[in-house]
Structures are given as C-alpha cells and as structure tokens.
C-alpha cells in the first residue's frame, strides 16, 4: 500500500508544487483547501503525514491542528507546518500543540522531500520492483575520491559499458550532484580528509532520493580497520586500492542489480553455451554462480539437451573456477543435461592436478564440443 | 484612462511610521523579496534605486508605474504592526514565474487559465510578505498575516488612508522589474 500525503493549503500553487516534489516517491498526494476539508479527508482517508499551512479561510492551521489531536482517530498522523507564518512566538506555541518539524516558506522542495523522509518511508519510484536492469543499459555512477586519478581510472575502465562516470571530489560536491540528479551507485573513498566518507553517507541515507541507493566504499587494501568501519556503518560493498577493475565490474553490477547473465550465457540452436571470462577473480565466479541454476533450469525447461562450458579465453581458473566447474556438470548431471567442456591447455593443466577433475576431456571450440555430445 | 485609487485600509500618505524606519523597512523586504526569488523561482531580485520622483512613485499617493499590464499580489498583516503588502508584477514577467513555479509550459499556463496565474502571484506575495512579517515579529511586533488577493489591470494605483507610512522599493530580477509596496503603522503606543 502506497504512503498517503496529505496537503492542507489555501493555495492550489503550494499544493500543486507538492504534488510536484513527491512525484518521484511511491507516495499518493491528497489535497484539502482548508482546516474542515484537511479534517474531513484526513478522517476518510488515515494519511501517513499531514502538511498543514496555517492561514487559510473557513478554518486554519491552528485550529485544524488542535482538533486533530483532540481526535483519537487521528492524533496519531504526524503533521509538518509548511507555512509563512515563521515568527518565533508563532512557531513555539504551533510547537506546544504537537508538531513533527516546521517549514516556513519559501521552501526548497530538496528540504521539503528530505524532513518529510524523516518522518515517513519514502521509496523511490524507481525502487518499485522492476525488471533488472541489463549491463547493455546506462548507469549514472557517482565517484567521490579527492585524487581525480581514480575517477579517471574507473571511468577508463567502464568505457566498454554504457555507465557514465560522475566525479566529485569533496562532500559538497557530492551532496551537490545528489540534489541534481540521483545516481543508481556512488563510490566514495574513505580516505577523504575529516572523516568526510562517513558523515556522507550518513547524509547520503538520510535523503530520501538516495536512501536506497548503493553505496560502495574505495579504501586502501591495507586499511583493514577502516574496511571493517564501512561494513558496519552498513556501506553495500568495499572495493579496495589498487582498483581491480573487473572485481569493481562485477560488485557494481550486482550493487546496481544489474542481470549480467548475458555475458556469461546463451542458448545457440540446442544447446546452453556457458562462456567464462579471461579473469575467473573470486567476484567473477560468485557473479556466474549466481546464474547457474537458473539458466539450467530455464535450459531444460525449454526442452535443450545439451551445454557447453567454453573456458577457452580463461588465463587461470584456479581453484574457485574449478569449483565452479564442478558444481555445474552436477547440476547438468542431476538435471540430464549433457554437457561438454572447451578449454585451453593452462586450463586443461590446471583440471589435471585435482583427482575429481584429472579426467575431464575438452574440446578444442564449442561447435567440436556440440558434436562430441551428439555422438556420445 | 484616469488611475483608480484601490482604497488600503491601513491609512494615510506621511504618517509617522513610529519604529520603522525607511531603511529598516527596505532592509526587511530586499531581504524577503530576495529570499523568495531565489528559493522558488532561482532567480536573483537585485534592490534597485530610482530617482525620488513622483513618476517612480516615492512621490506620495503617485501610481507605481509599470509600462505593461500588471498583475498585483497583496496582502495584510495584523498585530502590534498593522499594514499591507503590494507586489507589482508586469503580466509577462508573472507568467514566466508561474510558469517556473509550477513546472509548467507557456501553453499549459495558458490552457490552466487565469486562476493559475492569479494563485501563484498570491502565492509569491504571501511567501513575500510572510518573510518580511517574520522579521518584524522577530523584532517585538507579533502580528499575523491576512488572506493574501490580487489585483489585475494597468490602470489603478493603491490610495494609502491616514496615519501609516508607505514605502517602495523597486528590484531588478533578470532584466524585470519588480515592486514592493508597503504601508506600515505601529499599534505600539510607546512607538507610534
């Protein structure tokens, strides 16, 4: 059920410019033009927050106010002033009667979005469940680091993705791009000077725009205490210096919820073509993993017979990629799936030194392998 | 086509203005007028002196003169200071910040008709006078605001009745023109 706003205000200019703020929130605008509308709606409707303008005809803020909390139904509903009445008498004897927070106009509608979400869950529309995004779509990325060179780094290292890399070399300008546009991932380096990553990501947590966006920490790969303080603040994931640009690939893809199935899987005629890539990293094999079991099941399901693992372009696949290896010939096995095996010789090298693997044969390419698994 | 006076009820050209001095007063609304322009419609008002002359309306009782069609937000405020608040628009000029305000097109503010317009101007003074209300309460004259309207034509001038003081102050908002017009008096006998 989506979150119910409601906005008392004489002013259909106000009202329509919170209707305008919340547009990008799963969130449902109610309107009333005065105290006994705003009573009247808020009775029918039970909303999550009331944002009540005081002057108003008929009856105002005040007196709405007081007979709201004079009403057990509704003395609940947390209420925000959101008016011009901004004298400081006027403010703490409204403050006496119960209020959430008090906005005095001319508001910005970044401070209005932001004290409401602390009074109420406000979830993106971008965040209503979604089909995943593919690798193929674009991504705005936020780096924060005050040396320009990893910035430069990760945006040379994207540049075969359609993400685009976004720096900011300090808190402000972060928090500055962050009113502009909402990133779907921001980087931020902990080596920032005061500690500024965290007080950061506090903010960055505390706007609703970007409460639910992934937050990734860049630290020095010896900094092992200020890793550990990222996971506990609650960071997503940590990448640690110097960048390995594929593990980085990987996280942020899952980070993003990014589908990357594509890249290691494909159904050619009738058969599942699993490819692995040049570096099997530890992040590379979780991300195929991941997929396994599914593509297997969607494989058989729709009625193919055969799959091929291609690790021809593999440098090593050490000892996660054999794993990896291992578990999907048995759930190709256990699923009666047949399944044939491409690979180089360092690759073939590497399978011979491991008792339960020293027997498997591979095949030169794919199209040996589809009809190796014909014939047998 | 002669000026029709629009009667304020907050009285009188060349009265003593009591605790507001004329600088005070221009201070609180270059700060409000300021504040609201840059806020809501992210846009700077820049105070603008004019000659003192009747034709710019420092001249008591004298139209404030606008070449175009204007649209004119006022409002009153009630308390230990009394008075109104006027902010002249030129007509264009209003559309254009409606149309910020709101998100709107051109032709969307047209389509949304003239009530559009006249609530965001309302809405704009409101904010306005709010701001400049705000500071006079800060100051020890709480007073609260009134139900804010709008005037709309090209040839009408706001006639001031006894005993308050009028002050105008012009701004210069991208290329625009932009005036504040304030009659203010004091309840404060130990002031007024």
């Known amino acids: ?376 | 086509m002669p000026t029709q006076p629009v009667p304020s009820p907050t009285p009188t050209p060349g009265a003593p203005s009591g605790a507001f001095d004329a600088p005070l007063i221009r201070d609180f609304m270059a700060g409000s007028v300021g504040n609201v322009f840059k806020v809501m419609l992210s846009m700077d008002a820049v105070s603008v002196d004019l000659p003192h002359d009747a034709a710019t309306l420092e001249g008591i009782g004298k139209p404030v003169k606008i070449p175009h069609d204007r649209i004119v937000g006022s409002i009153g405020f009630n308390g230990e200071a009394t008075g109104n608040v006027f902010l002249h628009f030129e007509l264009p000029f209003a559309s254009a910040c409606t149309c910020h305000l709101l998100g709107m097109s051109e032709s969307e503010l047209a389509e949304a008709g003239n009530e559009c317009l006249n609530d965001a101007i309302a809405e704009i003074t409101n904010m306005t006078a709010g701001g400049f209300k705000n500071a006079l309460c800060d100051r020890g004259f709480p007073c609260m605001l009134t139900l804010p309207s709008v005037l709309r034509g090209s040839s009408f001038y706001v006639a001031p009745v006894s005993s308050a003081a009028r002050h105008v102050s012009h701004f210069d908002c991208g290329g625009h023109r932009v005036t504040a017009e304030i009659f203010i008096k004091s309840n404060d006998p130990e002031t007024s």
Request: proline share 4%.
């Open chain 1, 1 to 376: 059920m989506s979150i119910k706003i409601l906005t008392v205000d004489d002013s259909k200019t106000v009202r329509l410019i919170v209707r305008k703020a919340f547009k990008e929130f799963q969130c449902e605008i109610l309107e009333a033009g005065d105290g006994v509308e705003g009573l009247s709606v808020a009775s029918k409707a039970s909303p999550d927050l009331i944002l009540l303008d005081v002057t108003m005809p008929v009856m105002d803020g005040v007196e709405m106010l007081s007979r709201l909390k004079g009403e057990a139904a509704l003395k609940g509903i947390p209420v925000i002033m959101l008016t011009a009445e901004g004298g400081r008498e006027h403010v703490m004897k409204v403050a006496k009667i119960g209020i959430r927070d008090y906005i005095v106009k001319p508001f910005k509608e970044e401070v209005l979005i932001e004290k409401v979400g602390r009074v109420i869950d406000l979830k993106p529309v971008s965040d209503a469940p979604a089909k995943a995004k593919s690798y193929t779509d674009t991504a705005d990325i936020l780096v924060v680091d005050d040396k320009p060179a990893i910035s430069e780094q990760i945006r040379e290292g994207f540049k075969h993705l359609p993400w685009r890399i976004h720096s900011a070399s300090s808190q402000g300008e972060a928090i500055d791009f962050c009113a502009r546009a909402t990133p779907d991932l921001i980087a931020i380096s902990l080596s920032l000077p005061d500690e500024a990553a965290y007080s950061l990501f506090r903010l960055i947590r505390g706007n609703p725009k970007t409460k639910y966006t992934p937050v990734m920490a860049l630290v020095v790969k010896t900094e092992t205490g200020q890793q550990q303080q990222a996971q506990n603040v609650g960071m997503s994931s940590i990448i640690t210096k110097p960048i390995d640009l594929k593990e980085l690939e990987a996280k942020a893809s899952k980070a993003m919820n990014i589908d990357t199935s594509n890249r290691y899987f494909a159904t050619e005629g009738d058969t599942l073509v699993m490819r692995l890539p040049e570096f099997c990293t530890q992040s590379t094999v979780l991300e195929v993993e991941s997929h396994v079991k599914v593509k297997i099941a969607g494989a058989v399901d729709a009625g193919l017979t055969k799959m091929v693992i291609d690790a021809q372009k593999t440098g090593a696949l050490e000892m996660a990629g054999i794993k990896l290896l291992f578990q999907t010939m048995q759930m190709c096995r256990d699923l009666g799936l047949r399944c044939g095996l491409v690979g180089n010789p360092r690759v073939v090298a590497e399978c011979k030194g491991f008792e339960d693997t020293r027997n498997w044969k591979f095949c030169d390419s794919i199209e040996q392998a589809r009809l190796g698994l014909e014939t047998s």
